[in-house]
């Protein structure tokens, strides 16, 4: 394992005569939700893989970061939320900085590099446009003897990194240098093995600087529509890959919510009071049993996520300052085989 000590300061040196001799522009942000079932070791990897352990792409896939990696020069993060490896969140829940320190328990994955990070953090790996495991498997990572308290990385292609809630311990955003030909970027979780019986979600926004700025180089959308999503495979219905929270303004995001989703995504609500609101879209549990937004019938009854509200309504809960969405089923359900989507606004207090 590469210990982070060892080569800390002369990052440093290289990172601060790197940052002297450009011009960077901060550019391509965006806001995502990275699922705690993101696992990093199927980053890359083409639908129906498998990796330990029961998780396959693209259900357990980790997140890509939907922004052009040209001409940047280093990456910066900001996460909220709470995780659990269980299904236990919320109300057993961790942030993004983790707790305690845990092993990818069968070292490297599909070329992918090990790691020793909190358990339950925030991961990502930068990867090229070559698949992972066409290629030599890099060192891994041991952040013990940094604890999190770093200021700048510099983590090789396909090298799995910790990113936390992406601030040092004095609050200062921490730097991630973009790799040489690196073209993607994923967002993923920290977990020993099996990933697809994980809980809770984080809100990260991502922020590329680059070099230089060329208004050709990347797309920024300002308005959410379901036509750029993937669907998941053998889908006789279009669904998304993965839910999405995207701030528009402060305190105002655009969600879209899978239907194959058990409260996976959440927003910021401090003060209890936000509100959804434009909701739209169809959510199906079988051929012959769909809803919208509003759900079908009065009260769902015993058994559901809320028995109180109709089957497959929108529905929310605050735990811990947070808004988590979900589509109103059954507890317990097999959730990833529901079909279809909900997209509405929140207005979130701050």
């Known amino acids: 394992m590469l210990h982070i000590s060892l080569w ?83 109300p057993d829940c961790f942030g993004p900085n983790g707790v305690g320190f845990a092993r990818h328990r069968d070292g490297s994955e599909h070329g992918i590099s090990d790691v020793i990070a909190p358990m339950d953090s925030l991961l990502g790996v930068f990867l090229s446009d070559e698949r992972p495991d066409k290629s030599k498997t890099p060192p891994g990572l041991d952040f013990r003897s940094a604890r999190g308290d770093f200021s700048s990385l510099a983590p090789k292609l396909k090298q799995v990194f910790f990113i936390g809630n992406g601030r040092t311990a004095s609050g200062a955003l921490r730097r991630y240098l973009v790799p040489a030909k690196a073209t993607k970027l994923y967002l993923g979780t920290m977990d020993g093995f099996e990933w697809n019986n994980n809980s809770g979600s984080f809100t990260v926004t991502v922020t590329i600087e680059r070099d230089q700025v060329d208004t050709g180089m990347f797309a920024v959308d300002t308005n959410v529509s379901f036509a750029s ?39 910021p609500d401090s003060g209890g009071t936000a509100t959804i609101h434009g909701a739209k879209g169809t959510v199906c549990f079988s051929s012959d049993n769909c809803a919208g937004p509003q759900g079908v019938g009065s009260e769902a009854g015993p058994g559901f996520l809320a028995q109180d509200k109709p089957a497959g309504a929108l529905i929310s809960k605050i735990v811990e300052g947070r808004m988590y969405l979900s589509v109103n089923h059954r507890s317990g359900a097999p959730f990833r085989d529901h079909e279809g989507y909900f997209e509405f606004d929140v207005s979130a207090a701050r």
């Open 8 to 90: 800390t300061s002369i990052l440093a040196a290289a990172t601060f005569g790197q940052t002297l001799s450009v011009q960077t522009a901060k550019s391509g942000t965006l806001t995502v939700n990275v699922p705690a079932t993101s696992n990093p070791y199927l980053a890359g990897m083409p639908k129906r893989t498998k990796a330990r352990m029961g998780d396959s792409a693209p259900q357990q896939s980790p997140v890509l970061v939907e922004r052009t990696l040209a001409h940047g020069v280093a990456v910066t993060f900001s996460a909220v939320g709470a995780t659990e490896h269980t299904p236990r969140c919320p």
């Open 229 to 267: 999503w993937a669907c998941l495979p053998d889908r006789a219905r279009c669904t998304p890959d993965r839910p999405v929270a995207e701030e528009r303004a402060p305190g105002e995001f655009h969600v879209i919510l899978p239907a194959s989703s058990e409260w996976s995504i959440s927003v």
